[in-house]
């Protein structure tokens, strides 16, 4: 059976809602859901009430990466009640719904309308709300736009020039949109070989960070690819949360979006 709810208190009249933060990307792949998680839980580490909204309604992947594959959202008053999970980052995702492997296959309104079910949920206390959204730039990030003014907008890309382009047409849409562009993050920066020690670049180098000076937006660091990355992702256990030498670059990364 579905745990009863703990009854959260009714949002006050004079309580505001969780300032937005969108982390976007212009196609998938480049790592903007293991972007968002750990920036969530390094921000949760910094002492930032966060939550994380996975807007990737038709490929979720936060339950998988915060560990919560396991739990159900219940609805309480109408709206749905996040998640906990143990990095001190409540989540909301389609997986808290559905059926584990279950596909979503709706069109545009019925997607805007989820969305909104996970950003009007009972995110009281939070301060702000990460927003993973899906790749492009499609209806969720239109509805995104229209009906939850971001107070900002994070775009992940690879240093790789086809990703690059794809991330100046997610810049373009959000300033279009009116949402400042906290800045890009280059992931996939950089590959150690774990034999040899040799450090090659897979996609490039430096490109993301060429790209923002080009597009005039702030440049936010960059984030090694590193096996550790992938399996503690697929674990469940962010690296964020973690001691490692990558925890650290998410804690430098979440210091400059608090700035
Ligand atoms: P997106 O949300 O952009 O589609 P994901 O976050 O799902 O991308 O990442 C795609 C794949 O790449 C996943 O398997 C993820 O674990 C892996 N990945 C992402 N960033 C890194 C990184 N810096 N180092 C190693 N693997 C990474």
Same mark, same amino acid.
């Given at each position: 059976?579905?745990?009863?709810?703990?009854?959260?208190?009714?949002?006050?009249?004079?309580?505001?809602?969780?300032?937005?933060?969108?982390?976007?990307?212009?196609?998938?792949?480049?790592?903007?859901?293991?972007?968002?998680?750990?920036?969530?839980?390094?921000?949760?580490?910094?002492?930032?009430?966060?939550?994380?909204?996975?807007?990737?309604?038709?490929?979720?992947?936060?339950?998988?990466?915060?560990?919560?594959?396991?739990?159900?959202?219940?609805?309480?008053?109408?709206?749905?009640?996040?998640?906990?999970?143990?990095?001190?980052?409540?989540?909301?995702?389609?997986?808290?719904?559905?059926?584990?492997?279950?596909?979503?296959?709706?069109?545009?309104?019925?997607?805007?309308?989820?969305?909104?079910?996970?950003?009007?949920?009972?995110?009281?206390?939070?301060?702000?709300?990460?927003?993973?959204?899906?790749?492009?730039?499609?209806?969720?990030?239109?509805?995104?736009?229209?009906?939850?003014?971001?107070?900002?907008?994070?775009?992940?890309?690879? =240093? &790789?020039?086809? /990703?690059?382009? *794809?991330? #100046? !047409?997610? $810049?373009?849409?959000?300033?279009?949109?009116?949402?400042?562009?906290?800045?890009?993050?280059?992931?996939?920066?950089?590959?150690?070989?774990?034999?040899?020690?040799?450090?090659?670049?897979?996609?490039?180098?430096?490109?993301?960070?060429?790209?923002?000076?080009?597009?005039?937006?702030?440049?936010?660091?960059?984030?090694?690819?590193?096996?550790?990355?992938?399996?503690?992702?697929?674990?469940?256990?962010?690296?964020?949360?973690?001691?490692? =030498? &990558?925890?650290? /670059?998410?804690? *430098?990364? #979440? !210091?400059? $979006?608090?700035?």
């Amino acid at each position: 059976a579905a745990p009863v709810p703990a009854p959260s208190a009714p949002a006050s009249p004079g309580s505001r809602p969780p300032r937005i933060l969108a982390v976007g990307s212009g196609k998938g792949g480049v790592g903007k859901s293991t972007l968002s998680v750990n920036l969530a839980v390094a921000l949760a580490r910094a002492g930032c009430k966060v939550g994380l909204v996975d807007a990737d309604i038709y490929g979720p992947s936060q339950a998988r990466l915060l560990g919560t594959e396991d739990r159900r959202a219940v609805a309480h008053e109408g709206r749905l009640v996040p998640v906990q999970s143990e990095w001190g980052v409540p989540v909301l995702s389609m997986a808290h719904l559905s059926k584990p492997g279950q596909a979503i296959a709706w069109r545009g309104p019925k997607i805007a309308g989820a969305l909104v079910q996970l950003v009007e949920a009972h995110w009281d206390g939070a301060e702000l709300l990460v927003i993973d959204l899906p790749p492009g730039t499609g209806d969720v990030q239109l509805t995104m736009l229209q009906r939850f003014k971001p107070a900002g907008a994070v775009i992940v890309s690879t =240093p &790789q020039d086809l /990703a690059l382009m *794809d991330a #100046a !047409r997610a $810049v373009d849409m959000f300033e279009k949109g009116g949402v400042p562009i906290v800045g890009v993050v280059e992931n996939m920066a950089g590959y150690a070989c774990p034999h040899c020690g040799e450090v090659s670049d897979p996609f490039g180098a430096g490109g993301a960070e060429a790209a923002a000076r080009e597009m005039e937006v702030p440049f936010l660091g960059r984030i090694p690819l590193d096996i550790a990355i992938r399996r503690e992702g697929d674990a469940g256990t962010p690296t964020a949360a973690g001691n490692g =030498p &990558q925890a650290e /670059a998410f804690a *430098d990364l #979440a !210091r400059r $979006v608090r700035d």
